[in-house]
């Protein structure tokens, strides 16, 4: 009997240790600690909070938008101990996910107190995260990804030009670009939920400018014809002065139809893309 006690004790001893254990392996996360390290502790998002919304990766996996019981947001890879921190986000959710080179990019729409737009760009390969913060606090940005899925526009409004940020290649470069044909920087909202245009196309040209048209001159006057001589001798002196005149013509039609000299040719247009600036990446591995 004493046998029997001991083995159902031990029993429940090992059941109680792998629960435990299965809890802490699921319930634990590492975040930054702000000063390169990291900080263990219980993953409450994990454990009690409530998850907002999962994602896929290039790779297969998923990551998912969790938020804890009090209020704070992070993102968190399966198979992942480590979690990515929205630290100052009041709200959050995922507004777009491309394949983008051999990474996936990920941008998480975020409101912080006094801001209503910000925007987390979080580049996924694997476990290694790299992670920029954007925005000017009032618009959603518009998204476009290159054709040949290698880079991406993120394009901020910007008076009468676009604040445009571009991930290619792991790097997150910002330029300040023309507008191009068809978009409208007063666009309210200049954005949808998706980060897609919204609003009506506008003119490539501001009505009353002419600035780009060519307008052709007005055609030369001709002077009247001189009447014709009644006699004879004067009809025949006005006409042989015309047949001159006629062969004259006739004979220097290249004075006529040569092209305009290639110095008058118009200055080529001003590049659309001013010098790009880089922005430093948080880099962030998961796996530590």
């Known amino acids: 009997m004493t046998t029997y006690k001991n083995f159902a004790s031990a029993h429940w001893r090992t059941l109680i240790a792998g629960v435990a254990a299965g809890v802490l392996l699921t319930g634990c996360a590492m975040t930054p600690n702000g000063r390169g390290g990291v900080l263990m502790g219980l993953d409450t998002a994990e454990l009690f909070g409530t998850p907002i919304s999962t994602f896929r990766l290039r790779d297969g996996t998923e990551g998912t938008l969790r938020k804890d019981p009090q209020g704070k947001y992070s993102i968190k890879l399966s198979q992942a101990f480590r979690v990515v921190p929205l630290a100052n986000a009041i709200t959050a959710r995922v507004a777009r996910v491309e394949n983008v080179g051999e990474r996936t990019v990920v941008i998480v729409e975020t409101q912080e107190r006094g801001c209503a737009y910000r925007y987390e ?19 959603r940005p518009r998204v476009d990804v290159a054709a040949d899925g290698k880079s991406l526009n993120i394009d901020f409004p910007n008076y009468n030009r676009l604040s445009r940020m571009i991930y290619t290649e792991n790097r997150l470069l910002n330029a300040s670009v023309a507008v191009p044909p068809g978009v409208d920087t007063r666009a309210q909202p200049f954005a949808d939920d998706a980060l897609r245009g919204t609003g009506p196309a506008i003119a490539t040209m501001p009505a009353g400018n002419d600035s780009g048209r060519v307008i052709p001159a007005p055609p030369a006057p001709t002077s009247a014809p001189a009447p014709a001589a009644t006699s004879k001798t004067g009809s025949r002196a006005s006409a042989r002065p015309r047949r001159q005149d006629t062969a004259a013509k006739a004979a220097t039609p290249a004075a006529i139809s040569l092209p305009a000299p290639r110095a008058a040719a118009a200055a080529p247009a001003a590049p659309m893309i001013f010098q790009a600036e880089e922005i430093k990446p948080v880099v962030i591995d998961l796996r530590k």
């Not at 760009?121 to 618009?139: H, I, M, P, S, Y």
Request: charged share 15%; hydrophobic share 40%; net charge negative.
């Open 121 to 139: 760009v979080l580049a996924f390969q694997g476990t290694d995260v790299l992670q920029w913060t954007v925005g000017n606090c009032k618009d």
